[in-house]
Nanobody, 115 residues
Framework: QVQLVESGGGLVQAGGSLRLSCAASRNIFSINAMGWYRQAPGKQRELVARMDSIGSTNYADSVKGRFTISRDNAKNTVYLQMNSLKPEDTAVYYC?????????WGQGTQVTVSS
């Protein structure tokens, strides 16, 4: 079992930055992959960024060059640095952990980008 707690969401103007944090309840070395997803009103949940256990990353095309996923193993925490935010980035952002064969989700944190 893995509990995930997100923080760092909020309201920011277009062009601004936010950093989301996701604290895991266990050593993230033991987790196969962790990532961030988002869901905007009326839309499906989509992958934003993902990092596997050896540090390989992948990003949605819409955030490449603006968002960066990283982790601090000592703190069992994964981060999402979001720069050059756009109104279309507005969504609830969810932390995700995949530890075979299970998937775990955080409660979500709201990010709102005003134009």
């Amino acid at each position: 079992q893995v509990q995930l707690v997100e923080s760092g969401g909020g309201l920011v103007q277009a062009g601004g930055s936010l950093r989301l944090s996701c604290a895991a309840s266990r050593n993230i070395f033991s987790i196969n992959a962790m990532g961030w997803y988002r869901q905007a009103p009326g839309k499906q949940r989509e992958l934003v960024a993902r990092m596997d256990s050896i540090g390989s990353t992948n990003y949605a095309d819409s955030v490449k060059g603006r968002f960066t996923i990283s982790r601090d193993n000592a703190k069992n925490t994964v981060y999402l640095q979001m720069n050059s935010l756009k109104p279309e980035d507005t969504a609830v952002y969810y932390c995700n952990a995949w530890k075979v064969p299970n998937t775990y989700w955080g409660q979500g944190t709201q990010v709102t980008v005003s134009s």
